[in-house]
């Protein structure tokens, strides 16, 4: 028996997860339920976050959340509660089946089955953005060691309970080494524990046009946070059935598991919503907590009732479909079908598989780390950088020299081309003469010789090797 925390949510929230808790309680889900409120009612009661104190109390202690559609009011300064779920519980991997249900739903690809994992903390969505001249505002991009881990384990993970053969990482590590590199080596790294799984990799532009051009040829794709957001939408959306997929967001103590629809007010309290989408986050929650056995029977009872052709409106087809049904009536036949699997539409076996197996990181032991060099970014409203160079080279020490100037990451100094466009910001890299080793001394005594002639340094960024390895990019053209 496992405790978890629900909340019905906004609009067609309770309908439909009362139609979901009745069907998986009939199928024999273990589950004692703790109900809270969050959503409208919370934020127009002036909580701007939609949630009490109360409530994240509740959630942390069973660390199970299934929860239904709400609606955030316009305005206001009101924050999504998905996103701040996300972020305050640690739910580092976002997890979305994109299977086509042909032919009861429309597709183009009527034998596509993949799962969209995407890491959901770093990346580009650290939101750490500065403007740093007239002309140049920066993003960091910032991947971990451990956030790779933890997904990429969670994607092997997750293909080995589903009997899923494959996994296949998207990276675009043929520009970002450093980054996109971290994660495609940790991919490979992890891909030798599972030898029973097939693993790829593929750059992120032409998998996507793969995806979307053939995506029966994927199984699990797993991928940094700004690629995920990007093409899990795109996988839901040619599958042709958006409004009946469900989404889990996992981290190491907690999980949230919902529709990924929304609350659709216009149709609430009319007994007509599909209650599929909540369905389906039902089903991986129940994988998640290891009753995979009640997570099959489900599935298949559900695949088989759209195979029946008893349809809700926003599916219902003339000549595909057989019966309309109502939110209620749509639960009672998937209740009917317990026992049964479709025949046409392929029925899932993961019966008798064990939860997920998802160790806490375990930090690796400290590299041996050189200083290598500096970066020093400098705002200079100039076009030549032949003229910067003089500028720069009067701070030069004994100790340390310039030896790069790059503009947008391409190499404008020494031996650069006069066609290549220059804004008015510039990399002056500097690194010790001969073989003579640095500190962070050197570093700021740059620096003040740089205060001494005027010259606008807007960032640092240290150069460093790790055993031996140079850590940073080179200028491109270098």
């Not at 794709?221 to 995920?228: E, F, T």
């Not at 009640?294 to 029946?308: F, I």
């Not at 400098?378 to 910067?388: M, R």
Request: with cysteine.
């Amino acid at each position: 028996m496992t405790r978890i925390t629900i909340a019905k949510g906004d609009g067609i929230g309770p309908e439909i997860m009362d139609a979901t808790l009745e069907i998986i309680k009939a199928a024999g889900a273990q589950l004692e339920i703790d109900e809270i409120e969050v959503g409208e009612k919370v934020y127009l009661a002036g909580n701007t976050s939609g949630i009490s104190n109360e409530s994240w109390d509740i959630i942390r202690k069973n660390k199970i959340f299934f929860k239904a559609p709400i609606t955030t009011p316009q305005g206001g300064g009101y924050k999504s509660l998905n996103v701040t779920t996300r972020k305050f519980l640690g739910l580092y991997s976002n997890v979305r089946p994109c299977m086509s249900l042909h032919p009861f739903v429309s597709t183009k690809h009527p034998v596509m089955d993949i799962v969209i994992i995407r890491e959901n903390e770093e990346d580009l969505y650290a939101g750490i953005e500065h403007q740093q001249t007239d002309e140049v505002v920066q993003c960091l991009k910032l991947i971990s060691r451990p956030g790779c881990e933890k997904i990429v384990r969670y994607a092997f993970e997750y293909a080995k309970q589903q009997n899923r053969k494959r996994v296949t990482c998207f990276t675009k590590d043929n520009i970002m080494k450093q980054t996109d590199g971290l994660f495609h080596q940790v991919f490979d790294e992890i891909a030798k524990e599972y030898p029973e799984i097939e693993n790829e990799h593929w750059i992120i532009d032409i998998g996507a046009a793969k995806m979307a051009d053939t995506p029966e040829a994927f199984d699990v794709i797993v991928m940094p946070n700004l690629y995920g957001d990007v093409l899990s939408d795109v996988a839901a959306q040619i599958t042709g059935s958006v409004g009946l997929a469900g989404s889990a967001n996992i981290g190491e103590e907690c999980a949230m598991f919902e529709a990924i629809h929304g609350s659709a007010p216009r149709r609430a309290g009319q007994n007509v919503a599909n209650p599929s989408g909540l369905l389906q986050g039902a089903i991986m929650m129940l994988n998640h907590m290891g009753q995979t056995e009640v997570a099959e029977k489900v599935q298949n009872a559900w695949l088989k009732t759209l195979e029946d052709g008893i349809h809700t409106y926003d599916i219902f087809k003339e000549g595909v479909s057989k019966q309309k049904v109502g939110t209620k009536e749509f639960a009672a036949a998937v209740i009917n079908n317990l026992n049964n699997k479709p025949t046409i539409l392929k029925s899932v076996s993961y019966a008798n598989n064990a939860a997920l197996n998802l160790p806490k990181y375990q930090r690796k032991l400290a590299a041996s780390k050189k200083l290598e060099g500096v970066d020093l970014f400098v705002h200079w409203a100039g076009t030549d950088p032949n003229e910067l160079s003089k500028i720069i080279s009067k701070i030069d020490s004994k100790d340390l020299k310039l030896t790069m100037i790059t503009n947008r990451g391409i190499k404008v100094w020494p031996d650069g081309f006069k066609e290549t466009f220059c804004t008015d910001h510039w990399r002056c890299r500097f690194k010790p003469s001969e073989n003579h080793d640095i500190n962070n001394s050197n570093i700021v005594e740059l620096l003040n010789q740089a205060i001494s002639q005027n010259i606008d340094v807007i960032k640092t960024e240290n150069l460093y090797s790790f055993n031996g390895k140079p850590a940073f990019s080179l200028g491109q053209g270098q």
